[in-house]
């Protein structure tokens, strides 16, 4: 079994919500031959891979590797990473990213055009003074938000392809990957254990899963949704999937609580504060988890409607958009794989 590494306790470490609080449950079950997990805490979360055949030791170590290798690139919380790097050097110069980083920032950048900056990986400033899920979390002064806010804008990181660098053009911009970096790194998890021969297996990093591979009975696998308003493993419904990413963005996964109020980590750059949008949750299917991670971030950010127009763009993917009505919608594929579970509190709206 793998260890969590004395860094990734740091108080200050918040790279993504820790997975204590993960969103999504696997409720697959297996036929022999006896799965093989392995658990360790990385990217700021509980990173779990399950592999339900003979499995190799060093197939596990590589994965794992390859997670601690994007988390000392893209954490904005430790010292030395590239996107410390690049933050350190806002409006002083351009930095050098390795394509992994660059890749994740360049989607982002997309992602941030496309949603008029509802994502925006120059929210930085915003994470760091809301501080949500370290022991700096406070609820700040509407002039400190504002100061952050003036900050906040994709436009003014630019991207040299060529080089592959960026550079923050001024002082105080900061870059944070937290959104969809998770995402990055489930895709490059299932891509090693493919390609080191594993045939069936499940990843969940923190609550990001991916899953590869059939059962021997070539029945679909069949993942549960946390119910944003329930305790802990109650579940919203079952999506069924034949493999692939299903990520979760809500609320509920990581919030500070001041007065009897809750201030959760996603912020909408447009008011400097948690976004209060109408949704309690968005879950995205994708043959990318970095798009799924990307996108339901976005969309719990952009609120019913126009994160319905944004879903509609991506015909590939799939969605389900929980509103505080209680209402669940369902676009592109997710109006076929997913089960509302029948006992709940929640109706399919249009
Ligand atoms: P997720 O848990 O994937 O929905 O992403 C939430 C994380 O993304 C937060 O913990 C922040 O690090 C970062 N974040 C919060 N708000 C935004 C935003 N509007 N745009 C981009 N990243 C954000
Ligand atoms: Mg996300």
């Given amino acids: ?21 993960a969103s999504i449950f696997a409720l697959s079950s297996c036929a022999a031959p006896e799965p093989v997990s392995r658990t360790e805490f990385s990217l700021g979360t509980t990173c779990r891979i399950t592999l339900y055949e003979k499995a190799e030791k060093k197939l596990f170590d590589a994965a794992f590797a390859r997670i601690r290798e994007i988390e000392e690139r893209m954490s904005a919380n430790r010292e030395g990473t590239e996107i410390a790097r690049l933050n350190d050097a806002a409006g002083i110069e351009a930095v050098s990213l390795s394509a992994d980083t660059f890749l994740v920032l360049s989607t982002a950048i997309d992602i941030a055009e496309k949603s008029k900056g509802a994502l925006d990986p120059s929210v930085g400033p915003l994470v760091k003074l809301w501080g949500i899920g370290t022991d700096a979390a406070r609820v700040p002064e ?24 960026a550079f923050l053009l001024d002082p105080g911009m900061r870059v944070d990957l937290g959104a969809m970096a998770k995402g990055y790194a489930a895709d490059e998890t299932a891509r090693i254990l493919k390609e080191g021969g594993a045939k069936r297996g499940l990843i969940d990093l923190g609550g990001n899963i991916y899953v590869f591979g059939k059962k021997p009975e070539g029945k679909p696998w069949r993942i549960g949704i946390q119910d944003p308003q329930d305790s ?6 079952i999506v069924n999937m034949e493999g692939g990413s299903l990520v979760t963005s809500g609320g509920y996964e990581r919030f500070y609580e001041e007065g009897g109020k809750r201030y959760h980590h996603i912020l909408d750059p447009a008011s400097g504060m948690p976004a209060e ?14 798009l799924a991670d990307c996108l339901s971030t976005t969309i719990f950010v952009l609120g019913p409607e126009r994160g319905m127009d944004l879903a509609k763009a991506f015909p590939e993917e799939g969605f389900a958009l929980v509103d505080a009505d209680q209402r669940v919608h369902l676009v592109g594929k997710l109006a076929r794989d997913f089960e509302l579970r029948s006992e709940g509190p929640y109706n399919l709206g249009q």
């Fill in 1 to 21: 079994m793998g260890m969590a590494t004395s860094y990734s306790r740091s108080p200050l470490y918040s790279f993504l919500a820790p997975a204590l609080l």
């Fill in 142 to 165: 509407a002039a400190e938000r504002e100061a952050a806010m003036e900050l906040i804008d994709y436009r003014r990181i630019l991207l040299d392809p060529e080089r592959s660098s």
């Fill in 232 to 237: 802990r493993g109650a579940y919203l419904g």
């Fill in 277 to 290: 949008s109408g949704l309690l949750s968005v879950t995205v299917v994708s043959q990318s988890s970095m």
